[in-house]
């Protein structure tokens, strides 16, 4: 059974920052590549950031030089450094595993969400 357990959520004012982290299990957790969606309160889920199993990143271009995807193969854990964060970027953060599909799809496994706010 595939598990996904994210942390690292929070309130915080705009301009500052936090790392989210996204543990694995019941998964080869190399041979995925990973990544991090959010949802904001009626939008769609979106695309924020993901890295293959051999480390080629993508980002939305909303956060581009904010935030940043990396991963530890060693750890099972994924992470996502946010920095200069904004009230848009207020929304609930997934983590997701897959192999060899698009990251256009809603597709692979998924995470229970951790809540980001920004705001003063």
């Known amino acids: 059974q595939v598990l996904l357990v994210e942390s690292g959520g929070g309130l915080v004012q705009p301009g500052g920052s936090l790392r989210l982290s996204c543990v694995a299990s019941g998964i080869i957790f190399s041979i995925n590549d990973m990544a991090w969606y959010r949802q904001a309160p009626g939008k769609q889920r979106e695309l924020v950031a993901a890295?293959?199993?051999?480390?080629?990143?993508t980002y939305a271009d909303s956060v581009k030089g904010r935030f940043t995807i990396s991963r530890d193969n060693a750890e099972n854990t994924a992470y996502l450094q946010m920095s200069s964060l904004k009230p848009e970027d207020t929304a609930v953060y997934y983590c997701?595993?897959?192999?060899?599909?698009?990251?256009?799809?809603?597709?692979?496994?998924w995470g229970q969400g951790t809540q980001v706010t920004v705001s003063s």
């Open positions: 997701n595993a897959r192999r060899g599909m698009p990251w256009s799809l809603l597709s692979g496994s």
């Open positions: 890295i293959t199993k051999v480390g080629t990143t």
